[in-house]
Structures are given as C-alpha cells and as structure tokens.
C-alpha cells in the first residue's frame, strides 16, 4: 500500500515533530507555538494555508490534480491539558503544568505525516483534502468556532466526508484501531443548581428556610428520576460532581449549590434530560416553599458515526493493516468529543487508534493521567490511514 510505504519513509520526520510539540504544551485556544511548529512542518508543501482568527488553528487544503472532485476534510486536535507531566519520556514537558497528556501530539504529527504522504500522491487525487489543525477541544470547543470561520468549506464547497482518530494510552494494545457505528462518544452538558433559602440559628430552622436538605432531596431524586423515566438501553449518566453551601455547622446558609455533568448518548435523551431535570427541580424546590435558580447548559452534543462511513473505514482499516488490527466497539465511550460539531454537519468517522506504550493495556494510566504514556510508533500507521480514506473516498 502506497500510502503506509510513504508514511513510513516519514517517520522519523514525524516522530520528532510528536515530541516537540510534547515539550511545548498549550492550552485551550490560544497555541502560538504549536501553531508555529505545524506551519514549520508544512512548510514547502504545495497547500493554501489559512490560520484562525478567534483561535490558533490551521487550515490547510491541498487541491488534488485530478479535477474538482469530493472534498475530504481530516481533522487533528491540537491543544494539550492542565496536568503535571510525570512521565520519564526524555521529551517530557517543558511548560509547568501542562502536559500533552490526551494526546493531541500524536494527532497533530499523524495528521502532518497524512498531509506530507498526500502531497506525494496528489496527482493521484480525484479531489481536493481540508486538513484541519484545531485548538480547544479539551475546553470549550474550537470546533463550533473553525466551522463558523467557514473550514467546512475550505476548499471552495462543502465538505463530503470528515474522519479524525483519537490515540488512547490504554485498554486496547498499541496498533489496535476500534470505533462503532452509530452513537460513539457521549453528549456532555452541565446542570447548575441554586437552592434559595433564607438563613437562621441553625437550632430554630423553622425561623427560616433550610436549603441543605432540599439541595440533597434533588441530587438523590435526580437519580432516581434516571432509573424510573429513561430507557435503560438509552442511558444517562448524572453525576454531582461538586457541592457546597453553608459555613458552620450551627448555622443555616440562605442558599446551596450544586454543579453536575449529564452524559447523554442520543439526542433524544438528551432533549428529554434537559427538560426533566429542570422540572424535577423546580418541583422538589416548590415543594418546600423554597426558590431555586436551575440552569442546564449544552455542551458537546453526541459523536455519531454515519453508518456507511463506519462500513468504509473499517473495511479500509482491515484491508491495510489485517484482520486482527480493528475491534468494533460494542458500546459507546461516556467522554465527549468536539468532532461531533464536524459530524453534525458532515457525515465521516472517528476512530480510536491505540498508542499503549504498557505491556498490559488494562494496567496502563489512563489519557488525562500525569502519567499517561503514549507510545508513537503509531505514528506512520495514523498518517497511513488517515491519507488512505481520504484517497479511497476521493476515488468513489
Ligand atoms: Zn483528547
């Protein structure tokens, strides 16, 4: 195969890109450096290059010689994650508190080294490619913002197909690709709640309006709410995550909080959480004669992989690497991905490729870990693919 031939002959080239960027760990939207180091890497290759407005993304289109065919959109996150690296890796971050501990290093190199094996091929192309660097995913999203500074349509019309690959540091063995069909990756929003009360002598609480046991009366409700009104082969994951209110024991506050995050896996789930969760609140509040401020704010809608683009690249992943490098994922994963926003709009995939660097993948420290390791001699096999789909899907 052409592709994985190419990407091999990079590999060194990609590999020390992988671990400069592991050195230089930026967060969120703002990522001068990483920006810099993608455009030094691309530079000399025949692409349009436009950089981001609101945040440092890099979009590069690479117009295929053979005539204006589809448009393939292939997407690497960039950003990395507040965590004290403590890795032994000989590369390990230079930037205090940050490390590139989800990854995205490896996307950004993988995604390079599919640019550079695409470019070699690009006669070959019967359409033009939209590589897509992208800050922001770990936070609020830079997807939404990349698509309303129009990268959908980078190439001079919309996009056919999207495919992006997320690494893992563990659970599956190096080299194993994995995704499903369908739903792949949860919805995540937040609810906030504000019990209102009215504070007083903690032993005369009739003299006043106790928020706690309200607060408390709605976290257990909530739960309950999920097993008694959802579909259990539909679920939902509530979990209060942070609480707080009061100051001393003896005293009792005028209000309580709380913050949860609600894993969805459909869209009809999560509509329907978002409505009753904010009822169950309001009621439980009511019923105590008590106010409450109920805010439920949408975050990441549910990852969906189209069907026949899921049929595609697990036939192309099976035909390139063999019969034992893709596992189907029989459930989806409870994270949430801002490739999702892309997907809503573009039918494609994602799939996971795993970077385990442990002899035992169960054992390994998870992404998001300070000790998550990622192994990348994956790199060229990611490249591989991802120029791979996009060369077969110009084809069709
Ligand atoms: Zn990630």
Same mark, same amino acid.
């Given at each position: ?141 830079? *997807?939404? @913002?990349?698509?309303? /500074? &129009?990268?959908?349509? =980078?190439? $001079?019309?919309?996009?056919? %197909?999207? #495919? ?111 409505? *009753?969760? @904010?009822?169950?609140? /309001? &009621?439980?509040?009511? =019923?105590? $004669?008590?106010?409450?401020? %109920?805010? #439920? ?100």
């Amino acid at each position: 195969m052409r592709t994985r031939e190419l990407a091999e002959q990079f590999r060194e080239e990609i590999v020390t890109l992988r671990r400069a960027l592991h050195q230089v760990p930026e967060y969120d939207l703002d990522l001068p450096k990483t920006q810099q180091l993608i455009l030094d890497a691309l530079e000399g290759l025949p692409l349009e290059i436009t950089l981001g407005k609101e945040l440092s993304s890099v979009t590069a289109v690479l117009r295929g010689g053979g005539g204006p065919g589809p448009v393939v959109l292939l997407r690497g996150d960039m950003d990395a994650l507040p965590v004290a690296e403590r890795t032994d890796v000989p590369f390990a971050s230079l930037h205090p508190g940050m490390m590139h501990a989800c990854g995205h290093d490896l996307h950004i190199a993988g995604l390079v080294g599919a640019a550079k094996v695409l470019c070699a091929m690009r006669d070959e192309l019967a359409g033009d490619v939209v590589f897509m660097f992208q800050p922001g995913e770990e936070t609020t999203g830079g *997807a939404p @913002i990349m698509i309303r /500074e &129009g990268v959908l349509d =980078a190439a $001079g019309r919309r996009a056919d %197909a999207a #495919y992006g690959l997320h690494v893992g540091a563990s659970s599956q063995p190096l080299g194993m690709w994995s995704s499903r069909p369908g739903s792949f990756m949860a919805a995540a929003d937040q609810l906030s709640v504000r019990v209102v009360g009215a504070g007083t002598h903690g032993s005369t609480p009739y003299r006043g309006k106790d928020p706690i046991p309200v607060l408390c009366e709605i976290v257990t409700a909530l739960q309950t709410m999920i097993t008694r009104q959802f579909d259990v082969f539909d679920p939902v994951v509530l979990t209060v995550g942070r609480i707080a209110g009061g100051t001393k024991e003896n005293i009792i506050p005028d209000d309580a909080f709380f913050d949860a995050t609600v894993r969805t896996f459909s869209e009809v789930g999560r509509a329907k959480i978002q409505e *009753a969760s @904010i009822q169950l609140v /309001e &009621g439980l509040a009511a =019923a105590h $004669g008590l106010q409450v401020e %109920a805010e #439920y704010r949408v975050g990441y809608p549910v990852t969906v992989n189209n069907e026949a683009e899921f049929n595609f690249a697990r036939d192309t992943i099976l035909d390139v690497f063999g019969p034992d490098r893709f596992r189907e994922r029989p459930n989806p994963r409870c994270g949430a991905e801002d490739f999702s926003f892309i997907l809503q709009e573009v039918p494609g995939v994602y799939l996971n490729l795993s970077a385990c660097a442990a002899a035992d993948p169960d054992a390994a420290a998870d992404n998001h870990s300070p000790l998550a390791n990622f192994d990348d001699s994956v790199l060229p096999d990611g490249a591989a693919l991802l120029a791979e789909l996009a060369v077969r899907r110009l084809a069709r």
